[in-house]
């Protein structure tokens, strides 16, 4: 691009695995994306610090002269991450990555190594991951023009948060993104040292579980790989996780009454044997309801949190918050 759609946003996705990174413009276009292991091998460096090594090589080469999209103007930053996010946007956990410094005084830094003076100028907002995601499915996706929806994220893993009249609610704390921490009732199988919802049906819980009932260490992806092969201990695993989370989707609905439930992250997305009863026991549980709500699929797939950050970064220029 070489007009003035070139001023886009940049939106960082950051998960428990991997981390998205790419230009946005301001119609909800990603014009160039990259990705890498969120995970830093360097011990001696956090998992933001490497963020911002990263961010930095990735500005140099879009903002130089060589990049197919000519000049870019990069007009705010805006950032998920998977902790919790106070309405300051200042992190106030690190269960999931490593932290020395705010993120968003690492960006800052980073913008004033690659843009100079003209960094002060753009702003850098930080949200929590699921709450970037829910409002990527908002303005672009699968809750576009609802009243009200729940928005979960299953992939490494599990959160949800919940969208009301074109908002997300963020809770006094900016906590209100928990389904993690949900009690979870064993089903066919123990709970192997699952103490809450995550453990017990998220990427990194299945591998973590499997591992312990098995003795073999593999990836969900591996286990669903063999899951689909065809009846046994690996599909019964899965469909036991699907069923688990869909009891607590169930009294999501009970409690909150949304319009509509959509399913992100990777694992959320992706089709297969836990999907498949995560499926049948929603619907079975909603039977007894007259207009109960869907369980849809994000419309954006991996690239929800990607919009909403990059929306997140938007609306600061827009209203100059």
């Avoid at 969208?163 to 009732?185: D, H, K, M």
């Avoid at 689909?228 to 019964?236: K, T």
């Avoid at 007259?290 to 990607?306: C, T």
Wanted: some cysteine; overall charge negative.
């Amino acid at each position: 691009m070489h007009t003035d759609a070139s001023r886009a946003v940049l939106g960082i996705d950051v998960g428990g695995t991997k981390t998205l990174v790419g230009l946005v413009d301001s119609h909800g276009k990603v014009l160039v994306q990259e990705q890498w292991p969120t995970r830093n091998t360097a011990r001696a460096v956090s998992d933001v610090e490497h963020l911002g090594t990263q961010v930095e090589r990735f500005l140099r080469g879009v903002c130089s002269g060589h990049s197919p999209l000519g000049p870019v103007s990069i007009a705010a930053v805006g950032a998920g991450f998977p902790e919790y996010v106070d309405a300051r946007g200042r992190l106030t956990a690190s269960e999931v990555i490593s932290w020395r410094q705010q993120p968003s005084r690492v960006l800052e830094e980073v913008l004033q190594r690659v843009l100079g003076d003209s960094a002060g100028s753009v702003p850098v907002l930080v949200e929590s991951d699921v709450r970037a995601g829910a409002v990527g499915e908002m303005l672009f996706g699968a809750a576009r023009d609802l009243s009200s929806f729940v928005y979960v994220s299953l992939g490494t893993g599990l959160s949800s948060t919940i969208g009301s009249e074109g908002r997300i609610l963020t809770g006094y704390r900016g906590e209100a993104i928990a389904l993690g921490e949900w009690p979870v009732s064993p089903g066919e199988f123990e709970l192997l040292g699952a103490h809450n919802l995550e453990q017990y049906v998220s990427g990194a819980g299945l591998s973590r579980r499997f591992a312990l009932l098995t003795g073999e260490h593999l990836i969900t992806r591996e286990i669903a790989s063999r899951a689909a092969a065809g009846p046994g201990m690996e599909r019964d695993f899965l469909s036991d996780a699907g069923r688990a989370l869909a009891g607590a989707l169930d009294s999501i609905v009970s409690f909150i009454d949304p319009e509509r439930i959509v399913l992100g992250g990777g694992l959320g997305t992706a089709p297969g044997v836990l999907a498949d009863a995560l499926d049948a026991e929603f619907m079975r549980l909603m039977t007894r309801r007259p207009g109960s709500p869907a369980l849809v699929r994000a419309h954006n797939g991996s690239l929800s949190g990607l919009l909403g950050a990059a929306a997140t970064g938007w609306r600061a220029v827009t209203f100059n918050v």
